[in-house]
Structures are given as structure tokens and as C-alpha cells.
T-cell receptor, first 113, second 113 residues
Framework: DAMVIQNPRYQVTQFGKPVTLSCSQTLNHNVMYWYQQKSSQAPKLLFH???????NEADTPDNFQSRRPNTSFCFLDIRSPGLGDAAMYLCATSRDRLNTEAFFGQGTRLTVV | KQEVTQIPAALSVPEGENLVLNCSFTDSAIYNLQWFRQDPGKGLTSLLLIQSSQREQTSGRLNASLDKSSGRSTLYIAASQPGDSATYLCAVPSLEYGNKLVFGAGTILRVKS
């Protein structure tokens, strides 16, 4: 029944070691989002895809990249994780830019050691 | 710039109490407003979406109202239960932000049995 699926649920990576988080959706939505959420804070948008069109937020560090090989999948790559990148990473989808009802996955908790 | 504020930041109530969570936003030109629930260490679960043309939406014990002109929404939870304990976030799409969601910081709710 899960419509937005994130893997893994928990990820431990070493400082500076590249890591990839994945998100898949069965909703056939055009828009996919990646958010970063630190403890007790609101989710912060990193970037989003409208179909294949990639949109980076101005304050997203270059260390964060994303790929969307097809409608169903989207990946978040962190090239050189630092201790400050430890957070919950949330993937979300919406049908399009006007129909903005968002559906979230269960998140990936990233720990950097 | 759209800003979303949620009051109170935290709330602790005895089981069975009716309660109200508040959300305010600075730019009233919105398409909709969405309320989410977040359990500790989990992703966001959509509770209710209110379109800008609607004044309220109901789902079970939850009722959300929207007053666009005053920039306010309330989430009413009837007969609260310990299982309602979670963080509740509201979010609005920001027209100047390409309709991406802007979140409040959330209200942490604890219902004591």
C-alpha cells in the first residue's frame, strides 16, 4: 500500500564517504521533492524535479546532488557527508505544480560517524 | 516571502480533552493548506488538505478550518487519545516560491493517559 517508499530507513555512513538515498513512488506523480529535516525543525527543501526538470534551492550545498532516471525513482547523493549532514531525509511527491497535495515517504535517518 | 507560524510550539493535555492547534501564514494568496502528522523518527502523514475555496475539512475526529483573508488555519482534535501524540505540521504552497511547500515548525502534542 505504501505509495512513496524510501530506502534504507536508516543509513550510517563514514565522514566523507559518498552515500546514496533512494525514493520510489507508485503514484505516477510528476513532481518529486527531497527535504532535509533536523531535530525539532521544519523540513527544508533541498531540490525538486518537475518531470525531468531539476530545480535546486539556492542554499542547497553543492555536496548534495540528485538524479531522477525515470518517473518512479529519485536518488539523493551526498558526495562527502559531514557531521552536519546527519538528519532525516524526506522524499515527497505531488501530482503537478498546481495540485500540490504532498505525499511523503517514511524518511531515511542518516547518521555520519 | 511566505512565512508559516504554528502556535503553540508544544502542548500537553489529558486524554479526552478537545484541543485546537493554530497555523498562521503571511501571504493569503494560497491554493490550499495541508496538515501533517509526524511521529518520532518517521516521515510525514497527510491528515487533511483544504482547498482555498473551502472553509473546512473533516476526517474522523479531526476538523481543519481555513480563513484565507486572515491568514489562519486551525486543526481541531476532538476527544484526544494517547495515540494522537505526535508533531503536527501545517504547510502552504508559496506562489512566489513556485508553489513549493513552506512548513511551519510544528506543534508537539502529548496526550497523557
Amino acid at each position: 500500500d505504501a505509495m512513496v517508499i524510501q530506502n534504507p530507513r536508516y543509513q550510517v555512513t563514514q565522514f566523507g564517504k559518498p552515500v546514496t538515498l533512494s525514493c520510489s513512488q507508485t503514484l505516477n506523480h510528476n513532481v518529486m521533492y527531497w527535504y532535509q529535516q533536523k531535530s525539532s525543525q521544519a523540513p527544508k527543501l533541498l531540490f525538486h524535479y518537475y518531470d525531468k526538470d531539476f530545480n535546486n534551492e539556492a542554499d542547497t550545498p553543492d555536496n548534495f546532488q540528485s538524479r531522477r532516471p525515470n518517473t518512479s525513482f529519485c536518488f539523493l547523493d551526498i558526495r562527502s557527508p559531514g557531521l552536519g549532514d546527519a538528519a532525516m531525509y524526506l522524499c515527497a511527491t505531488s501530482r503537478d505544480r498546481l495540485n500540490t497535495e504532498a505525499f511523503f515517504g517514511q524518511g531515511t535517518r542518516l547518521t555520519v560517524v | 516571502k511566505q512565512e508559516v507560524t504554528q502556535i503553540p510550539a508544544a502542548l500537553s493535555v489529558p486524554e479526552g480533552e478537545n484541543l485546537v492547534l493554530n497555523c498562521s501564514f503571511t501571504d493569503s494568496a494560497i491554493y490550499n493548506l495541508q496538515w501533517f502528522r509526524q511521529d518520532p523518527g518517521k516521515g510525514l502523514t497527510s491528515l487533511l488538505l483544504i482547498q482555498s475555496s473551502q472553509r473546512e475539512q473533516t476526517s474522523g475526529r479531526l476538523n481543519a478550518s481555513l480563513d484565507k483573508s486572515s491568514g489562519r488555519s486551525t486543526l481541531y482534535i476532538a476527544a484526544s487519545q494517547p495515540g494522537d501524540s505526535a508533531t503536527y505540521l501545517c504547510a502552504v504552497p508559496s506562489l512566489e516560491y513556485g508553489n513549493k511547500l513552506v512548513f511551519g515548525a510544528g506543534t508537539i502534542l502529548r496526550v497523557k493517559s
